[in-house]
């Protein structure tokens, strides 16, 4: 009994050590897990017993999104509860649990519908799924509190709309100890997971770099503050843990800078029409979208034949499904 215990701690330190040493190797979904880590300890550390039930409501819904791929025998190549937690992470600190509980489950239906149907379309559903529910709702996640309980914007909308009370100090935002998403008010923390990301090898750096070119054009336009403007751990989230995600992004080398310049260009220029930081989430997502269906298009064009193929597959069978059963001639007796 002695020597298996010592065996798997044997094996366990060794997997550690090869995580540590070359992470590349390591499965996407325990990349990822470990880059989220450090939001969620943050907005644990802010948002005490919020965050621990925002988290428990993403591990429910991905728990059970697996019991329902296992029913349904659907193979998964990664698992639901990352993009139960993307999503949730971006629900207001304020917002009801219920608007948790509609993204978390969302992101993870989508998840499934993704492997089950698209599987080689690369997209973070969590933040696809936030951004519709967000969308239908108007206003639904996007209700905030201090760490302390008072309600109050988060920084981006305080500053439209009371400009007297911004900006906040930097070390706050940095830190985050604001009003905001529930588990992404930290730059810091977002910063942690995205150095870790980077040294995976799985953060695009020039998407991050042509996102803060595309992002600096109406900032330098306006004549903001770059800094407050850009010192924000729900947009670094966005961009850093998302958008730059190399298991997401185009293969096109052309395709990655200007996913990154479009996507800084009208994060920030939402601004100018009044829309706070939900509208950087609604345009990664977008962006996201937009990329995936651009990709789909292209492999259509260069596989014509085999898409007629699957067309004509589709209609075959629903041309079976739709056309009544006839029933047998009775056979003469012997």
């Given at each position: 009994m002695t020597g298996q215990v010592f065996a798997a701690v044997h094996s366990t330190l060794g997997w550690l050590k090869r995580l540590g040493v070359e992470p590349e190797s390591a499965p996407p979904s325990v990349v990822a897990g470990l880059a989220l880590a450090p939001p969620v300890i943050a907005g644990v550390i802010f948002f005490h017993l919020t965050a621990l039930e925002v988290v428990g409501i993403a591990i429910a819904a991905g728990l059970a999104a697996h019991l329902a791929a296992r029913l349904l025998d659907q193979p998964l190549d990664g698992t639901p509860l990352l993009p139960a937690l993307v999503g949730v992470a971006m629900v207001g600190s304020g917002a009801s649990l219920v608007w948790a509980a509609a993204v978390a489950v969302?992101?993870?239906?989508?998840?499934?519908?993704?492997a089950r149907f698209v599987p080689s379309a690369r997209l973070q559903v969590g933040l696809v799924a936030y951004a519709l529910v967000l969308l239908l709702s108007r206003?639904?996640?996007?209700?905030?509190?201090?760490p302390s309980g008072v309600p109050m914007p988060e920084p981006i909308r305080l500053w439209l709309t009371d400009p007297s009370q911004a900006p906040v100090d930097m070390?706050?935002?940095?830190?985050?100890?604001?009003?905001?998403p529930v588990l992404t008010t930290s730059m810091l923390a977002v910063a942690i997971g995205a150095a870790w990301m980077w040294y995976s090898r799985r953060l695009s750096l020039l998407v991050v770099f042509t996102f803060l070119i595309g992002a600096m054009i109406p900032i330098v336009v306006e004549?903001?503050?770059?800094?407050?403007?850009l010192d924000s751990g729900p947009l670094?989230?966005?961009v850093a843990l998302v958008l730059a995600d190399r298991r997401t992004l185009p293969a096109s080398q052309l395709g990655r800078p200007l996913v990154g310049l479009l996507a800084g260009l009208l994060a920030l220029g939402a601004r100018t029409r009044g829309f706070a930081i939900e509208a950087t989430l609604v345009v990664v997502a977008g962006t996201q979208v937009m990329t995936v269906v651009f990709q789909g298009l292209t492999w259509v064009r260069h596989n014509g034949e085999e898409t007629r193929a699957r067309l004509r597959e589709l209609r075959d069978a629903l041309r079976t499904v739709g056309r009544?059963?006839?029933?047998?001639?009775?056979q003469p007796p012997s």
């Open positions: 969302a992101a993870a239906v989508f998840e499934l519908a993704r206003t639904g996640p996007t209700e905030y509190v201090t070390v706050r935002l940095y830190v985050g100890n604001v009003a905001g004549r903001w503050s770059a800094g407050y403007q670094w989230f966005a009544p059963s006839r029933a047998r001639p009775a």
